[in-house]
């Protein structure tokens, strides 16, 4: 091959390579322009996402309550002693209300129940208490001692109602306060996931709900009042209100700001997990270092005497047979 011709080969692949490198620069430079932008339409369609959960979570919520409902229908018997003794403003009592929410009732029913049972319950008690004092027992005693013992039962009974109902809040924030650290382990997994937090406490609550029917529910009701309230600040406080739990109130409080700012919700909610869970651990080590003075009076009673009979029989018996 001569001379020339390595060179006309050369200058054409010096050609080629040129016009590939203004070829691709063009092709860099015009290249947002060739495109379409998806910035809208994804904007867009983020902005539709929560009206589709929403949506979404009406329609599941509907066909549940063809099945199940968290609130119940007060009896005839009930409505009608309340309306006859003109106790409907006591059954509207917002105090009243939220100690029944606490307590994991719901709706108008409990409340009238509720106050039904309070005017019920010292009529009954006056009754039975009356019969076995006067009747049965036959005390040896001045009337108005027997009279002061029927009315002590008969009062017991217009605070057993309250008594039962805060009974049952201790209870249910017992059982709320052991499985929230896991709660938020598995919230924290969600949200980090890439879940909206509709999603996050649906798939919470169903995971959670063999450690702790009551958080289920809670969680399950704050998914369908993020569903259907407008204010979705409002469903979170309703959820902070319905547990009375501090650390609860801490987690509403890290999804509000959230809600509002735009914040990083992961960072709180591993703060918040680790915080839950040294507190169930303070707790623990309490219960477990108060034990020994609980056991102090039982083994005084029960396993100092037996010892000492263990102990001292033989010596006796070894006496005994000396003797």
């Known amino acids: 091959m001569s001379f020339g011709a390595i060179s006309t080969h050369v200058e054409l692949l010096v050609a080629l390579s040129a016009a590939s ?4 620069a063009i092709l860099v430079v015009a290249w947002p322009y060739l495109t379409r932008d ?3 339409a994804r904007m867009a369609e983020v902005a539709n996402e929560r009206e589709r959960i929403r949506l979404r979570e009406r329609a599941r919520l509907n066909q549940s309550k063809k ?46 129940t509720f106050v039904a049972a309070r005017l019920i319950a010292p009529a009954v008690l006056l009754a039975i208490a009356g019969f076995y004092v006067f009747l049965v027992l036959q005390l040896k005693h001045p009337l108005f001692v027997k009279l002061g ?3 002590a039962v008969a009062s017991l009974g217009y605070y057993a109602p309250l008594i039962y109902v805060k009974n049952r809040i201790t209870k249910r924030q017992r059982a709320i306060r052991r499985a929230w650290p896991d709660t938020l382990d598995l919230l924290l997994i969600c949200v980090e996931s890439g879940m909206g937090i509709e999603s996050a406490f649906r798939r919470v609550s169903e995971e959670i709900g063999s450690q702790s029917a009551e958080l289920a529910e809670e969680l399950s009701l704050t998914t ?81 005497p037996v010892l000492f009979a263990v102990i001292i029989t033989p010596a006796i018996i070894q006496v005994a047979k000396l003797s």
């Open 38 to 40: 998806q910035l809208k």
């Open 21 to 24: 490198s203004v070829f691709l």
């Open 67 to 112: 099945q199940v409902t968290l609130r119940s229908e007060p009896r005839k018997f009930y409505q009608a002693i309340v309306e006859r003794f003109n106790l409907v403003k006591q059954a509207e009592d917002a105090e009243l209300m939220q100690k029944l929410r606490m307590a994991g009732y719901r709706g108008q029913g409990p409340a009238i």
């Open 149 to 151: 013992i029927v009315l």
């Open 224 to 304: 369908a009042e993020l569903a259907y309230l407008q204010d979705r600040r409002k469903a979170y406080e309703n959820l902070g209100e319905r547990t009375g739990l501090d650390g609860v109130r801490g987690v509403v409080t890290s999804l509000i700001q959230s809600e509002k700012y735009g914040t990083p919700l992961g960072q709180s909610l591993r703060v918040l997990a680790q915080e839950n869970r040294d507190m169930r651990m303070s707790e623990a080590e309490k219960k477990a270092a108060a034990l020994p003075p609980k056991l102090t009076v039982p083994m005084i009673l029960f396993f100092l």
